[in-house]
Each structure stands twice: as C-alpha cells, then as structure tokens.
C-alpha cells in the first residue's frame, strides 16, 4: 500500500484509540469536542490527520459551529486547516436518517485526490461525534462533488475508501508563462493522483497550483480559480472552471492568450489521453472571448508558444 496512504488509513484508525491529544492524558474540557485537522510538516508522514479539543461557541447551532471550527485554523502547532481560506461554510442541516448535509461554497470543489480526502475525513470525523449525526453528505452550493466516488461518509467508511485507493504518479509536462518575455515554459513534473481521480483532472489541479520550480516562470492564474469538473469524450477535454478565472482574467491580451494555452497545452501533452482539443467553461458557460482568444470553441494546442 502507498505509504501516503497508509499514514491516512493510520490516522482514522489512531484516534479511535484514543491518540493525538495535544495534552497527552489530559481529560477534556468540558463540553468539548475534538476537532480534526490535517497534519503538517515531519509529523504527516506519520499520520494525515490529528485533533486538538474545542469547546463550540454556546450560542450557536453546535454543528454549524464544529464545521466552522475545522475551517479556522487550529490553536496547536503542527496542525491547519484541511481547507483553503477562501472556502466558506453555507450550511449544516441534520436530514433523515442521521445525515448531515453539509453544504460549502464552490471553491471547496477545487480539492481533488489526497486533499479532498484529507478534508473529507476532517469534517466527518468530527461531526459524527454528534449524538444524532451517523453520516455527512458534503455539497458545492447545493450539488454533489462529480467526481466523489463515496458521497455519503461515515467515520467507518473512511478506513475502508482509503484501504482500497492506491495512489498513480504519472509523469507529465506543465505549460507555464515565462517570467522575462513571451511564451511559456515547459515543467516536467511526477503528479501524484488517486486512482478514481482522472488524469486531467490531476493536471489541471497541478496547473492550478502552480509552478514548482519558480524559477524564470511568472503566476497569472487568477487567484482563488478552481476545479468544477473535467471530462474527456471524442478527443475533446472539457475543463470547467470557477468564476475566477474569468473576473480575474489578465489585463493584457497576451498575457491572457499565454494563460489559456498554459491550460491547453498542458492537457493536450499527456499523449495517454490522446486529447486534441480544450473546450473552457466557466461556471458551466462557454467564454466568447478571453483576451482576444474565441474560447467558445474547443481550442487545439499551440506547442510553437514553448519553443
């Protein structure tokens, strides 16, 4: 089994024995719940997730207030939020059946892979310590995330998804604009991915991250862009972005053209999914002009930009 994954399997099983207090045997505060977080820096190899005791604020709705809890950050060192900043909570709504619909803002859809189930597993574990909650159903503004193969999570389900899901490193070449001119550069780079994750889907969430070398590259992906969907039919890839990247959009045309062959380019390159055309959507709708680029239409690589 992939070691990563394993610190992840580890993780779920090592708290229900009672590990990762931050106050070794000291009991818990009254009224307090643990809260999960994803582990950071040498400690993550050992374990994926871990939890400090918070007491919810008295006058709030109890679940609403531990989801906000795991989306702050946390008071002990060595931990943080599985969740990026610009993530916000909508709402915790106990439904039939001890399920907690849990409903977030679009940007939670841009997590994929480890991530995704990094945070998955944060907010379940610490919502089904409710006395009434026996599951949590995760929503983006009210839809189901796509490509989540398990939607409705429960705190034993969580050692069974991450024994069965290998991680896949494949390797790949990311397009990204040259800091000191016109063009783009071109990033050979393991990704790491899940197994039920496709590989587009990797390489635009690795494109949306970033360059990781840094050097002679220049970022004008439009800060807080994320991932809704990507499918691949009939040599078409069709990637779907958040509203971002187009109210973000680069003032200057050039740099807009380079950012939209950044994303071509780089979906076209992976020869294993023999894709000859992007079509870009955002928010599900197609974009008659990006920097002077018709983006309405499915648009074929431009590789002269890397030469």
Not at 190 to 195: A, G, L, M, N, P
Request: hydrophobic share 40%; with cysteine.
């Amino acid at each position: 089994m992939n070691k990563r994954l394993m610190a992840i399997l580890c993780a779920f099983v090592l708290p229900l024995s009672g590990c990762g207090v931050s106050g070794g045997e000291t009991l818990p505060p009254e009224g307090a719940y643990k809260v999960y977080y994803a582990v950071t820096g040498k400690q993550a190899t050992v374990r994926s997730v871990d939890y400090e005791y918070r007491i919810p604020d008295a006058d709030a709705e109890t679940a609403s207030a531990l989801a906000r809890m795991v989306m702050t950050a946390p008071e002990t060192y060595g931990l943080s939020s599985p969740v990026r900043p610009e993530v916000h909570f909508r709402s915790a709504e106990l439904e039939e059946d001890g399920r907690l619909h849990l409903d977030l803002s679009e940007q939670y859809g841009g997590l994929s892979g480890i991530d995704l189930t990094i945070a998955n597993a944060c907010f379940t574990l610490t919502l089904c310590q409710l006395e009434d909650v026996d599951s949590v159903y995760i929503t983006v503004e009210g839809e189901p995330i796509p490509y989540q193969t398990l939607q409705l999570l429960r705190e034993s389900d969580l050692v069974l998804s991450g024994a069965e899901e290998e991680t896949v490193t494949i390797s790949a070449t990311l397009y990204f604009p040259w800091a000191g001119g016109y063009g783009l550069a071109a990033e050979q780079r393991d990704v790491v991915k899940t197994e039920s994750e496709g590989v587009a889907a990797a390489l635009v969430s690795a494109l949306l991250a970033g360059a990781q070398s840094g050097d002679g590259v220049r970022r004008l992906m439009p800060e807080g862009t994320q991932l809704r969907s990507v499918t691949v039919e009939n040599g078409v890839c069709t990637v779907d972005l958040s509203g971002e990247f187009l109210s973000g959009m680069p003032e200057v045309a050039a740099d807009a053209r380079l950012l939209i062959y950044s994303l071509v380019n780089t979906v076209c390159a992976m020869e294993s999914l023999e894709v000859q055309s992007v079509q870009l959507l955002v928010e599900g709708q197609r974009v008659p002009d990006y920097g002077g680029v018709n983006a309405a239409v499915p648009l074929e690589p431009d590789f002269t930009l890397a030469q």
